[in-house]
C-alpha cells in the first residue's frame, strides 16, 4: 500500500518494483496482457500512473494469509479536470515475501465512462 501511494504522490515506481520478485507477473481486467517481470511491472504502473493527473488510492480490507492478499480499494483522482472515483480488488500471490503475481478486478466500464465522458 506504501509503494502504491508513493507512486501515486511522487510517480516514484521504485518501491513498487522492488516488493516483486524478477519473475513477476502482473496486470489487470482492462489489459488482455499480462506483463512480466520488472520491466514489464515499469510499463504496467507508469501506464496506469499516467491515466490520471492526481489520485489516492484507500483501502476498506485487506486480507492476508501465508504466500496470498486481497485488498479492497477505492481510487479516487482527477483526469482533465473531471473528478474519477471507482472501486476494486486486487489479488496477490507472494513468495518468500515478494509479490510474484498481481491482478486487479474492477469494472472498467464504468472507469471508462468517467475518463472518456
Known amino acids: 500500500m506504501e509503494a502504491l501511494w508513493k507512486l501515486e504522490e511522487t510517480r516514484n515506481l521504485e518501491p513498487m518494483v522492488a516488493l516483486h520478485t524478477e519473475d513477476c507477473a502482473v496486470g489487470n481486467i482492462s489489459v488482455p496482457e499480462t506483463f512480466r517481470g520488472h520491466d514489464g511491472l515499469r510499463e504496467f504502473w507508469t501506464a496506469y500512473r ?11 480490507n485487506v486480507f492476508a494469509d501465508e504466500g496470498r492478499a486481497a485488498l479492497e480499494w477505492t481510487t479516487e483522482g482527477t483526469e482533465d479536470g473531471r473528478t474519477v472515483a471507482y472501486d476494486g480488488v486486487s489479488i496477490l500471490e507472494i513468495e518468500d515475501g515478494k509479490v510474484s503475481r498481481f491482478r486487479a478486478y474492477f469494472n472498467p466500464a464504468h472507469l471508462a465512462r468517467q475518463i472518456l465522458d
Open 50 to 60: 499516467k491515466t490520471f493527473g492526481e489520485m489516492k488510492s484507500s483501502f476498506r
